[in-house]
């Protein structure tokens, strides 16, 4: 297996300087990714309902039905949510040096990332009510 290297980062030189706050910025971006996807559940509970009325075309939400709201609504967001920090974790987990491929992906890419979040909230939507109560189910069990 070929190991791709790339060039060495020394602690005094004003480029590992620049990638340490990159990462230090990252994280504090990941918090409010977190932080706005609550508020998305807490909106979708409260007024999702009211505002996004036209979700009852979809098979999954049923006609009059309120299954893509209140729990089930913070559930499905729960879900993307889930969905979304598993990816991050699972093509970031193991960067050590702040000069790795990984790293790169874990501090920048920003564009992509957001990407790949709006597809992580708005899957959920489109899956079926069981998977949503057994996701919920097993949530709530590993309290």
């Not at 030189?13 to 504090?28: D, I, M």
């Not at 990941?30 to 009325?53: H, Q, V």
């Not at 040096?97 to 790949?116: D, E, P």
Request: proline share 3%; hydrophobic share 45%.
């Amino acid at each position: 297996m070929i190991k791709i290297r790339a060039p060495e980062l020394y602690r005094d030189s004003g480029a590992y300087e620049a990638r340490k706050r990159q990462s230090l910025r990252a994280r504090y971006i990941y918090g409010l990714i977190f932080f706005a996807t609550n508020l998305l559940a807490w909106f979708i509970r409260d007024y999702g309902a009211k505002l996004l009325g036209g979700l009852h075309h979809i098979p999954v939400c049923g006609a009059g039905d309120s299954k893509c709201f209140r729990s089930g609504g913070v559930l499905r967001v729960s879900l993307g949510c889930f969905i979304f920090f598993w990816v991050m974790f699972a093509t970031t987990f193991g960067t050590r040096k702040l000069q790795g491929v990984r790293n790169s992906w874990h501090s920048g890419c920003w564009t992509l990332k957001f990407l790949v979040y709006a597809v992580s909230i708005v899957t959920p939507f489109i899956i079926p009510n069981i998977f949503i109560q057994l996701y919920g189910y097993f949530s709530f069990c590993s309290l």
